[in-house]
C-alpha cells in the first residue's frame, strides 16, 4: 500500500490516535500530518532488504541496504531522540547504521519501544500505549 503500518492489525496509527487525541482511522495523509504536526518523522531502518515471509526476524542480513541517517540529521539538525518501533529495527539501526554515522551526531538519544506489529501479542495495548507516550513529552 506504500503506507507505513497499514496492516490493519498493527496497532501503530492506533497508538498515535490515543497519544495525540485524533482519530486512528484518519485518512493515511491525515494521520502523516498529526506526526508532522507534534514534529515527529517516520522512517525505516533499512531501504531494502530480502525477507522471505512477513516476519522481521527473517530479514536477510547480507541482503540489508540501510537508509541514509547521517544525511537525514543534517538535513534536520534538531533531531535529538529516534525511538525504535521494536528491537530488530534497533539491532538493525545499532548494527548497520551507528558503527558508519560519524561523529556529530553524538547528542541523539536512542531508545527501543514495544513493537506494535500484532506479532508482539505479549504485551497489552494498555502497556505499550503507557510506554508510548514517550514520543509526545519534550525532550529534557
Known sequence: MRQYYAHPQNAFWKLIGAIFDADGTLPYTRRVRILTAH???????????ER?????????HRSALVNDFAKF??????????FFNG???EEM?????????????????YECLPST??????????KKLD??????????
Open 93 to 109: 539501526y545499532r548494527r548497520f547504521v551507528l558503527p558508519k554515522l560519524g561523529p556529530g551526531f553524538e547528542g541523539i538519544h
Open 117 to 126: 506489529s500484532p506479532a508482539h501479542a505479549g504485551m497489552t495495548f494498555a
Open 73 to 82: 540529521f543534517r538535513s534536520h539538525p534538531r533531531i535529538r531522540r529516534v
Open 87 to 89: 528491537r530488530k529495527a
Open 39 to 49: 514534529h515527529i518523522a517516520l522512517w525505516d531502518v533499512l531501504a531494502a532488504a
Open 52 to 60: 522471505p515471509g512477513s516476519l522481521d526476524s527473517s530479514i536477510v
Open 131 to 140: 510506554r508510548w507516550r514517550k514520543i509526545k513529552e519534550r525532550e529534557k
